[in-house]
């Protein structure tokens, strides 16, 4: 028997599918556009569902094949190895039922970890933000990505690249951070651990969905086209070009008028024709449905095909809807072409090919994992938490605490496991539909970590309030137990949860920045007792803390940081750990005065014309250490000039002095003090994590580009401009130690998408002076 062209592995992918779209029908072809969600009704985890979401006929639809498998392990809690099995046997139904044989691409989401029963949950993005550590969230990447392909999952829908814009927003603790260089560094490095692993990274949320007015979730986007060009947009075009991704989530916003699922220009002319992109483009959940029931752009499920196909959305998530029978009626009827269903199969098709699911020998079971939480994933949780934490503030050195100290933990986030996770965990993302259900995962707390770290201490709870709740009965009990101790731990933050079922999350957005409920009031009872306070924070946004500047013994930091984080905080309150994190996201003094962040031009900053002052207490890259580091031996003091392509080397010595081993994180940022157009006073182009042991030191160089000065012009492309610039090295985005002048000489260069995007930087020891 003659193996078909599209079965033969030998073949060029292009070859073979173009081999296999002449051989299918319509239908087959349609088919192929859209994925399956079964099982979606068990609980709301994705905008709207209920509104959206009918019961598919499963062997109506695989009659003709399918796109693709929407969240088997991730919809309801299924035993790993179980759900192997079910996701085999529902391929082996796929493949049985269709005249070719095609298997679905099965997707899950994995924004901080497979979103899966007893998988593990790792930190949300600001903790890989806060840890300036590339190459540790690329292995989590590649670990996570592991699991997934040991269970039969094709692509993951991660990472979430979109840059904050206001710290209100509910999302926020899924964005990497403030910073387009940041973002795109650590994101294209998720990228590249996922894709490493064979499988299909999604950058999301394709363009501009955290700039959503009011920060109100969904909420229409009102960026100018330069806040797209040059800070929205940077960390897709980093992760494409660097990480590989190959697929993209189009957001679920419009943009002046234009939803991002209904925008060519977008989703075609600049992603595929200007940048290359030749992967898939996929609808957020229920998008495409959406042009026509929220966006009002379109009349009829018919209409929102033929808009978001054109646009250049190639699958339609999580299940059919728009692009199902009433397609396939509209094309045949002459009233949508064959050839936007055409464009879009073939680039499914092509993946597939990539993916090993064209080829002849394709069998759906795996190795079926029996364990998604191994030692290895725990240990590598365990030291992206620790070196997420943040010490913002020791002014009198209370931390690390004494061993032996009578130490009150208080705070309603001190002992449930739950403050530690992001609402894309498993146990927080699915399980509050299923209450029965126990988490699947060890999450140690801070309080019962803090025990076990300091076993000689007397260490006493009270919870004092609730997250959100306005009850108050609990402080009396909190301020004695404070009042009685040497030092007050209070634990304060969020609960993560979906469209306002908690405090921090999808659709869980807040109108200001002041701790929820009355944490606040807690946090003043227990200063005025007199006893030292330690604040530790466990959020996904920053609140403003200007309330207890210097009244405070100590504030850490903790993004969400794992099922590993009780054990990452407490080590840092013991001094096991010596903190290394620095801030991703801004600290607001006040809890109004929003939206802000560090990226501002010279109107964006305080000014006698406004009584309102939008400087952090804490600003963008901060973090202290239990060490200290001293930087010296500067190599750009001069000042020099080089052409508007040209490349400066410039490089320093960082010793550790203190008495422990530490890590600092030397960051490198730009000022243009006179542009075409209003530039961020300063902005982050480069950044090098150093650990060092006492006494050791390193030599840290950049080098920087003149295409790291571009920006987009008033004509609306990208130019580097002859001009004056300050090259400036700091621990953080406020403090400077060292400054080279470096003057750019020559023509306006317009530059392109082979532009220089990185500052690349190493460092090597210093040996010790003799």
Not at 80 to 107: D, E, K, V
Not at 328 to 351: C, F, I, M, Y
Not at 688 to 706: I, N
């Amino acid at each position: 028997m003659t193996t078909a062209p599209w079965r033969d592995p030998a073949l060029p992918a292009a070859d073979r599918v173009a081999d296999l779209l002449a051989r299918m029908t319509l239908e087959e072809k349609t088919a192929q556009l859209y994925g399956v969600w079964v099982g979606a009704e068990g609980g709301e985890v994705a905008p709207l569902q209920g509104e959206m979401s009918e019961v598919p006929d499963w062997d109506g639809l695989i009659a003709h094949g399918l796109g693709q498998l929407t969240r088997s392990f991730g919809t309801t809690p299924v035993d790993a190895a179980a759900g192997a099995r079910a996701l085999a046997a529902a391929q082996r139904r796929i493949t049985a039922a269709g005249r070719f044989g095609i298997p679905a691409l099965a997707h899950e989401e994995c924004l901080a970890g497979f979103t899966a029963w007893g998988a593990t949950a790792y930190p949300v993005p600001p903790a890989w933000g806060a840890s300036f550590d590339p190459e540790l969230v690329a292995e989590m990447g590649r670990r996570i990505g592991a699991d997934l392909r040991a269970a039969g999952v094709h692509q993951g829908l991660a990472p979430v690249l979109d840059v904050a814009r206001d710290l209100r927003w509910g999302r926020v603790e899924e964005t990497i951070g403030e910073d387009p260089y940041l973002v795109g560094t650590v994101g294209a490095a998720y990228v590249r651990g996922l894709e490493s692993a064979g499988v299909v990274a999604t950058l999301k949320h394709f363009a501009g969905y955290a700039g959503s007015a009011g920060a109100r979730n969904l909420a229409p986007v009102r960026a100018g086209v330069r806040e797209l060009a040059d800070v929205v947009l940077p960390p897709f075009e980093l992760a494409l070009r660097e990480g590989g991704a190959r697929s993209v989530m189009a957001a679920y916003t419009e943009t002046d008028g234009v939803p991002a699922s209904a925008d060519p220009e977008l989703l075609t002319g600049l992603l595929r024709e200007e940048w290359g992109f030749t992967g898939t483009v996929v609808a957020d959940y229920f998008a495409v449905g959406f042009l026509r029931t929220l966006h009002k752009v379109a009349a009829t499920k018919t209409e929102a095909a033929q808009l978001a196909l054109a646009a250049g959305i190639d699958v339609e998530l999580p299940t059919v809807d728009c692009y199902g029978t009433d397609l396939v009626a509209a094309v045949r009827a002459g009233d949508v072409p064959e050839s936007l269903v055409d464009r879009a199969a073939r680039r499914v098709l092509l993946q597939k090919c990539e993916l090993g699911l064209l080829d002849e020998d394709f069998t759906p079971e795996t190795e079926s994992p029996a364990d998604l939480d191994p030692p290895g994933n725990r240990a590598l949780a365990r030291r992206l938490a620790e070196e997420s934490v943040i010490l913002l503030a020791n002014p009198a050195g209370l931390l690390p605490l004494s061993p032996a100290a009578r130490i009150a933990v208080v705070g309603p986030r001190a002992a449930d496991p739950l403050a530690m996770l992001g609402c894309y965990s498993f146990p927080s993302h699915v399980l509050p539909h299923h209450p029965d259900v126990p988490p699947g995962i060890e999450i140690p707390t801070v309080l019962e970590s803090l025990r076990t770290e300091l076993p000689d201490a007397e260490v006493k709870f009270a919870e004092g309030c609730g997250v959100a709740d306005p009850d108050t009965s609990g402080f009396a009990e909190a301020v004695a137990l404070a009042a009685d101790a040497d030092v007050c731990v209070a634990v304060l933050g969020d609960r993560a949860g979906l469209f306002g079922r908690g405090t921090s999350g999808e659709g869980c957005d807040v109108a200001d920045l002041e701790l929820p409920g009355v944490q606040a009031g807690l946090l003043d009872a227990l200063v005025a007792t007199g006893t030292p306070v330690v604040l530790v924070l466990l959020t996904g946004r920053p609140y403003a803390l200007g309330r207890w500047d210097g009244r405070l013994g100590a504030v850490v930091q903790a993004f969400f940081p794992g099922e590993e984080g009780g054990p990452a905080v407490a080590g840092v309150l013991s001094g096991r750990v010596n903190p290394s994190g620095h801030l991703p996201l801004s600290v607001p003094r006040d809890p109004g005065g929003q939206p802000w962040t560090y990226l501002q031009p010279p109107l964006g900053l305080p000014s006698e014309v406004s009584a309102l002052d939008p400087t952090p207490l804490f600003p963008f890259g901060h973090g202290l250490s239990y060490t200290s580091f001293a930087w010296g031996e500067f190599s750009g003091a001069e000042p020099v000039e080089i052409g508007t392509d040209g490349v400066y080397d410039l490089a320093l010595t960082v010793r550790n002095t203190g008495e422990r081993a530490g890590a600092e994180v030397v960051q490198l940022y730009l000022h243009d003090p006179v542009a075409s157009v209003t530039r961020p006073e300063v902005r982050l182009i480069g950044y090098q994590r150093l650990e060092l042991a006492p006494g050791e030191a390193a030599r840290v160089s950049f080098r920087f580009h003149a295409d790291l000065a571009s920006f987009t012009g008033r004509s609306g492309t990208r130019i580097v401009e002859p001009g004056a610039l300050e090259l400036r090295l700091g621990p953080s985005s406020a403090e400077v130690r060292h400054t080279a002048q470096v003057t750019l000489t020559g023509p306006v260069r317009t530059v392109g998408t082979d532009r220089v995007l990185r500052c690349e930087s190493a460092a090597t020891r210093v040996a010790p002076p003799e």
